[in-house]
């Protein structure tokens, strides 16, 4: 038996798993939710308050925020990778819509984030 641990839409479940024989690999009995581990945290990157510009950049997927590609008061331009995220181990650009100014960063790096949710906004 082997345990594994893993994250779905920020719930953690600890899973053990048998295997039975060279290349069949089982599901044990249900999984158990357990409490969701502290995430290593960066430093803080908001300089600005949350919200602060009028354009925002919100991510296409929910998955983990992996790099922050600009900083406040950085210029971007349209299509400029601002944060990339990961989601199904995949690294996700997420890009600014129109060009401008970043005005703030609202996540860190290893926040849990939801499809949808604002990142950081442009002026």
């Given at each position: 038996m082997k345990s594994y641990t893993i994250t779905v839409n920020g719930n953690?479940?600890?899973?053990?798993?048998?295997e039975n024989g060279?290349?069949?690999v089982t599901s044990?009995?249900?999984?158990?939710?357990?409490?969701?581990k502290a995430m290593p945290k960066a430093a803080p990157v908001k300089a600005a308050a949350q919200g602060a510009?009028?354009?925002?950049?919100?991510?296409?997927?929910?998955?983990k925020v992996f790099k922050l590609e600009v900083s406040v008061g950085?210029?971007?331009e349209k299509g400029d990778t601002v944060i990339i995220?990961?989601?199904?181990?995949?690294?996700?650009?997420?890009?600014?819509?129109?060009?401008?100014t970043v005005a703030s960063i609202d996540v860190?790096?290893?926040?849990?984030?939801e499809a949808g949710q604002v990142l950081a906004t442009l002026n």
């Open positions: 953690v479940y600890d899973v053990l798993v048998e060279a290349d069949a044990a009995p249900a999984a158990r939710p357990t409490t969701p510009g009028n354009i925002k950049v919100a991510a296409g997927a929910a998955g950085q210029k971007v995220i990961e989601a199904m181990k995949m690294e996700i650009p997420v890009v600014a819509p129109e060009a401008g860190t790096v290893g926040d849990m984030i």
